[in-house]
């Protein structure tokens, strides 16, 4: 018989467990904490809870516990549950009222029984043959039914086995142990609706932050891969920084929130590439704009050989009437000349508009000779200078493929990036995306972009996703203007931004020490760039002190 001080403090427990629900994010540890509380509040062995499917025809098995027999199944236990759904209807589609779970949800009731073996409502045969396997003796039962706040039921809570607190034997489950665990049910299912509707409004977000990436990779097949790799990264560096227990970065450490927070902002880091024109995100070559104008160059040249053929043949006919033998080989020793010179030279071209080399002033000189020297009659019949001052100034590009007003529109893209991020109302947990998402392109010197903060004004968020974006930009294998960097080279080009301040040494040499490079390339690297890497030759590299 329960006593008022003991029924007093059972109450005050309530208030406490429908508190700690209320704080739980993660619906598996909620569903444990839901039937856990109830077993603790009701003094049950056991118990079960039950989901409603989402077609809403039966309840699935999501927690059982027995703790007499040690049974621990389902949530966080690692064993799952292989019991099929209990059906709310039978077959010829009258309600299945036979499974006490199904006639509680079915009839918004709930149901306590004494002793299942005497029980003639209900069909007890999965009971007994677990009792006959175990040993057990099943007895009370408590099932209550869980509603939101719709009033809709989405679950039923099942608790087994009421024991005395001074025996130990077990007993039928009080009205009191009824009208706290229903008091519990209900609490429960409104910490369950709000989780699950935040969870629905998370994975919302989530969908529309991959929209945005699917249209970004819809432009350009090179940068969608990008949207999806750095934030895996990002979240390996983050996750290696979280546990190192020694050095500068030892007291950094992230909730659950905090990682939510970052994910997010890693996914959006680069969603200001929709703005950025196609032909400048894709520029596989120097002279590439809508096409690659290397063709017309190309047409030039072939143009340039025509007209030396034919010049020499016209000068050769000149020399019909005379049949002077010599002078005409001596043309065509001449027009050989000019067609190796014209081959030359576009060879040079051809090579030039690659951008995989940098250029030097020699090379650059070139090919200012060959633009303006070189003359080519156009469709005019004009004579005209063989390349135009735009097509000098893109193939005169000292390295990679992009002028520096091309390369402006590029980097635009992380203003733009912050601009539309900040625009947003973003809720308390995530109000650091902007800041996250915004710094990947700034440096630990100053010397970045688009505000030129230093390290000290840097989250080590920002700083990891910096990090995380100048590893994959150098191992990708999708760029169109280079292929994917082998382990090593890579490796040695990080050392030398973190020794010249372009990334963060600390997190460098977590990065380097935690093998998250290694993690990283495992998953992403072609087989044939993952190379042995030196990590005492890696510059700027500072191993743990022993």
């Known amino acids: 018989m329960d006593t008022q001080a003991d029924l007093f403090r059972r109450l005050e427990q309530l208030n406490a467990i429908g508190a700690a629900l209320s704080h739980e994010r993660d619906i598996n540890r909620l569903l444990e904490n839901i039937l856990d509380a109830a077993k603790s509040i009701t003094r049950a062995d056991g118990g079960t809870l039950y989901r409603q499917t989402a077609d809403g025809r039966a309840l699935r098995f999501e927690i059982v516990r027995t703790d007499s027999l040690g049974i621990r199944m389902g949530g966080t236990s690692g064993k799952p549950i292989d019991f099929p759904d209990v059906p709310l209807a039978q077959e010829n589609g009258e309600p299945n009222n036979a499974m006490i779970a ?3 949800a079915i009839n918004d009731k709930t149901v306590n029984i004494a002793d299942a073996y005497d029980e003639a409502g209900f069909d007890f045969t999965g009971t007994r043959t677990f009792d006959a396997r175990t040993g057990y003796r099943s007895k009370s039962f408590l099932t209550v039914p869980m509603k939101n706040h719709e009033n809709e039921i989405i679950g039923v809570l099942q608790l087994l086995n009421a024991t005395d607190p001074a025996s130990g034997a077990v007993v039928p489950f009080s009205q009191a142990d009824q009208s706290l665990a229903e008091s519990l049910a209900s609490q429960a299912a409104i910490a369950l609706t709000n989780r699950m509707l935040i969870s629905q409004l998370e994975a919302l977000f989530e969908s529309f932050i991959k929209l945005i990436n699917l249209a970004i990779d819809e432009k350009s097949p090179y940068t969608g891969g990008h949207c999806q790799r750095v934030p895996e990264l990002t979240m390996l560096i983050a996750e290696a920084v979280n546990a190192t227990a020694a050095g500068p970065l030892a007291d950094f450490r992230m909730s659950g929130k905090d990682r939510y927070e970052l994910k997010i902002a890693g996914l959006l880091h680069d969603c200001g590439k929709v703005t950025t024109p196609v032909h400048v995100v ?26 030396a053929e034919i010049d020499t043949l016209r000068k050769t006919l ?12 001596v043309l065509w020793a001449g027009y050989w000349q000019q067609v190796q010179a014209l081959d030359d030279d576009r060879a040079f071209v051809r090579k030039t508009n690659t951008g995989g080399e940098f250029m030097s002033e020699a090379d650059q000189q070139r090919i200012r000779a060959i633009g303006q020297q070189r003359k080519w009659r156009n469709t005019d019949g004009v004579e005209a200078e063989f390349l135009s001052a735009d097509e000098i100034d893109n193939l005169t590009i000292r390295a990679g493929t992009l002028t520096p007003k091309e390369r402006e529109t590029i980097n635009y893209h992380i203003v733009a990036t ?18 996250y998402a915004g710094g990947h392109h700034e440096r630990m010197d100053g010397k970045g972009y688009p505000k030129g903060l230093t390290r000290d004004q840097m989250s080590v968020q920002a700083r990891m996703m910096g990090i995380a974006d100048i590893f994959e930009a150098l191992t990708a294998r999708d760029r169109p203007y280079k292929p994917g960097m082998k382990l090593s080279q890579a490796m040695n080009i990080m050392g030398k931004f973190a020794e010249g301040g372009h990334i963060d040494q600390d997190l460098f040499d977590v990065f380097v020490r935690e093998k998250v490079y290694l993690k990283y390339a495992e998953k992403f690297l072609d087989a044939q760039q993952i190379d042995g890497v030196d990590e005492t030759k890696i510059p700027g590299y500072r191993p743990a002190a022993d």
């Open 418 to 435: 912050i601009k539309m991020l900040e625009q947003l109302p973003w809720p308390k947990h995530l109000t650091h995306v902007p800041e």
């Open 318 to 329: 000149a020399l019909r009437e005379k049949r002077d033998a010599a002078a005409e080989a």
């Open 102 to 104: 199904a006639y509680a």
């Open 282 to 307: 894709d520029k596989a070559t120097k002279l590439q704009t809508i096409f690659d104008r290397i063709q017309l160059v190309d047409t030039r040249f072939e143009v340039a050989k025509r007209d």
